[in-house]
């Protein structure tokens, strides 16, 4: 057990924009979601829009999560050229996915033409369109390319939100299950999977780099600028911020990189979704506009975000005591379910919270309404 003075290590610059990273992301995949189902809601077209996990499914979620941890910790070097053929793809279309309503929004601020160009998988078209979808490969490609740690950062950010926005939940109770779920989960194979398979299977495959194809191509083939061309990459499953971002001083290798999963933002980012959505729907309820300030203050999002915050700083504030790796969802579905239950169980609307479902795209009386 390290010291309590080397807690002052978490008011560093890279813990400090770790924390404020990973916040502004959770929040924003929850409200990028929330604004996502309102664009399908006005365009009938949710059923293409997102998929809905039921209980079975979302249980499925962390036995898939062990056999996909296993299969890349014994064959990530055979796979890892395939995983970051898919990752590119991915990553691209998630990129597309986060920058379209701003350009839409920047193209009808300045009055921008948009004509149709062609057709693609029976779906129109635009010019800006693109150019977005260039933009997007180009930064991919830029990323292959240098495998620098912004870039990385900037693709497993724009996966978080596009997953938060494309795969839901159907209430708080479905996802407090999955979360216990995946609670345990971290903890088994953070803390115990040495004993099992001889090594720890969660760090193991977090700190492993992939293979760059785009190397082994240039070499195949003699292509010039070959030195400039990473031969390893680090996949955007995790945001990484060196320790010695800005200068600030770490203790041990300063080259050593701090790093958060995407689960650990993504997951989180679901149940906050799920609340931003119920407090939406309870805002738009109010029928006495006197009513609205002070329902603003008891919004459950404010909370559930704090909670986040707090889990991510106690888990921080472990790895650094322990001097060992952490399970964060260990300290984050604690702080972030907990206070959401409590909260709305003295409020009397824990069973409107647990059980509440999605809201229906075909509300007639609600679109109506607005």
């Known amino acids: 057990m390290e010291p309590l003075w080397k807690l002052l290590y978490l008011l560093e610059p890279a813990p400090v924009t770790l924390v404020l990273t990973a916040v502004a992301v959770t929040f924003g995949s929850a409200l990028r979601a929330l604004n996502y189902g309102k664009e399908m809601?006005?365009?009938?077209?949710?059923?293409?829009?997102?998929?809905?996990?039921?209980?079975?499914?979302?249980?499925?979620?962390p036995i898939m999560s062990s056999c996909s941890l296993l299969l890349m910790f014994y064959l990530f070097s055979s796979v890892s050229q395939v995983l970051t053929a898919f990752t590119a793809v991915a990553s691209a279309s998630s990129l597309f996915f986060c920058f379209y309503p701003y350009v839409m929004n920047l193209k009808s601020q300045l009055g921008l033409p948009d004509p149709y160009m062609s057709r693609c998988c029976s779906k129109s078209f635009s010019r800006i369109q693109g150019l977005l979808l260039l933009l997007c490969i180009g930064i991919v490609s830029a990323?292959?390319?240098?495998?620098?740690?912004?870039l990385n950062n900037l693709l497993g950010i724009s996966i978080c939100i596009a997953f938060?926005?494309?795969?839901?939940?159907?209430?708080?109770?479905?996802?407090?299950?999955?979360?216990?779920c995946l609670f345990v989960y971290d903890i088994f194979w953070v803390f115990f999977s040495e004993r099992f398979?001889?090594?720890?299977?969660?760090?193991?495959?977090?700190t492993q780099q992939a293979s760059n194809p785009v190397h082994t191509v240039a070499n195949s083939l003699s292509l010039p600028g070959l030195q400039l061309i990473t031969r390893k990459l680090e996949l955007?499953?995790?945001?990484v911020f060196p320790r010695n971002l800005f200068g600030g001083v770490a203790p041990g290798n300063s080259a050593d990189f701090m790093m958060l999963g995407l689960g650990d933002m993504a997951i989180p980012a679901m149940l906050l979704s799920l609340v931003l959505c119920f407090d939406h729907r309870k805002s738009r309820d109010l029928v006495n506009p006197l009513d609205i300030p002070s329902a603003r203050g008891r919004k459950y999002i404010w909370y559930a975000l704090s909670g986040y915050a707090i889990g991510l700083v106690t888990a921080l504030a472990a790895g650094v005591l322990t001097h060992s790796p952490q399970p964060a969802l260990l300290y984050l579905v604690p702080a972030t379910l907990g206070p959401i239950i409590t909260l709305s169980w003295t409020r009397n609307e824990l069973t409107e919270l647990w059980e509440g479902t999605m809201p229906e795209v075909n509300d007639k009386a609600h679109l109506t309404e607005v």
């Not at 990323?143 to 912004?150: A, E």
């Not at 955007?236 to 945001?239: A, E, G, L, Q, R």
């Open 143 to 150: 990323w292959l390319v240098s495998g620098h740690w912004i």
């Open 197 to 206: 398979f001889g090594a720890n299977v969660m760090v193991s495959v977090a």
């Open 236 to 239: 955007p499953v995790k945001i």
């Open 164 to 180: 938060v926005s494309h795969v839901r939940l159907q209430n708080i109770k479905i996802c407090a299950m999955l979360l216990v």
């Open 41 to 61: 809601e006005r365009n009938r077209d949710l059923s293409e829009a997102s998929i809905t996990l039921d209980r079975s499914q979302a249980l499925m979620i």
